[in-house]
């Protein structure tokens, strides 16, 4: 069954503090990686997706690296706007190949950037 | 364009009630999932649909939940003899091509379902 463990659950950054926000995963194959952006009452909005380790992909102040075992979302000079749930999921195969469409989440990470 | 919408926005409902949540995907995407998301936590998997047949209903909890996509484009998923449990919002996505490939999920703005 796959896994998904994301940490912290809640962080705080103050304006122009960069940090990561860890993705830890388990798959019986790896199909793809996603990063999601959830606002409060609103559905995730899709960031990136990563197919392979060693992948990493930038967009604005964020870039999401993945190895074969985590994920890291990095936050350089976050900014207020970027305050919003991060949720990261795993699409993963069986043994024959054939992907399973589904998405597994994690619980997500509480983003707050303070001014 | 237009994204995926879903409706009702809220829906509250007696115990033992049926219900039917609708989902509209975005035009041309082949597949529509459905998940249901608790507060504080990720989305759940529910069922999911390449065109108009159902590829797996596994995540469904128990026979009064169902869903069919009988044309390829919209969706109802079906809740039967509603019980408190499951209030919760439920979502549904849509994406451009089968899952052969990993391709995102665009996902809607959830129906919020009160059970009383």
């Known amino acids: 069954e796959d896994q998904v463990t994301q940490s912290p659950e809640a962080l705080r950054l103050q304006e122009g503090e960069s940090s990561s926000l860890n993705c830890s995963y388990t798959?019986?194959?790896?199909?793809?990686l996603f990063w999601y952006r959830q606002d409060p009452g609103k559905g995730p909005e899709f960031l990136f997706t990563?197919?392979?380790a060693g992948e990493e992909k930038e967009k604005e102040r964020l870039k999401a690296t993945l190895t074969k075992k985590e994920s890291f979302l990095h936050i350089t000079a976050p900014k207020p706007e970027d305050s919003a749930t991060y949720l990261c999921?795993?699409?993963?195969?069986?043994?024959?190949?054939?992907?399973?469409?589904?998405?597994?989440f994690g619980q997500g990470t509480i983003l707050t950037v303070h001014p | 364009g237009a994204g995926v919408s879903q409706s009702p926005r809220y829906k509250v409902t007696k115990r033992g009630q049926d219900v039917a949540l609708r989902c509209d995907p975005i035009?041309?995407?082949?597949?529509l999932y459905w998940y249901r998301q608790a507060l504080g936590q990720g989305p759940e998997f529910l069922t999911y649909?390449?065109?108009?047949?159902?590829?797996?209903k596994s995540g469904l909890p128990n026979d009064r939940f169902s869903a069919e996509r009988p044309e390829g484009s919209i969706s109802t998923l079906t809740i039967q003899r509603t019980e408190q449990r499951d209030s919760a919002m439920y979502r549904c996505?849509?994406?451009?091509?089968?899952?052969?490939?990993?391709?995102?999920?665009?996902f809607g703005p959830g129906t919020r379902l009160t059970v009383l």
């Open positions: 996505a849509s994406s451009l091509a089968p899952p052969r490939a990993a391709n995102e999920q665009f």
């Open positions: 990563l197919y392979s």
């Open positions: 649909f390449n065109y108009e047949a159902q590829q797996d």
């Open positions: 798959v019986s194959g790896l199909r793809g």
């Open positions: 035009s041309g995407h082949v597949s």
């Open positions: 999921a795993v699409q993963s195969t069986n043994a024959g190949g054939t992907s399973y469409g589904k998405l597994t």
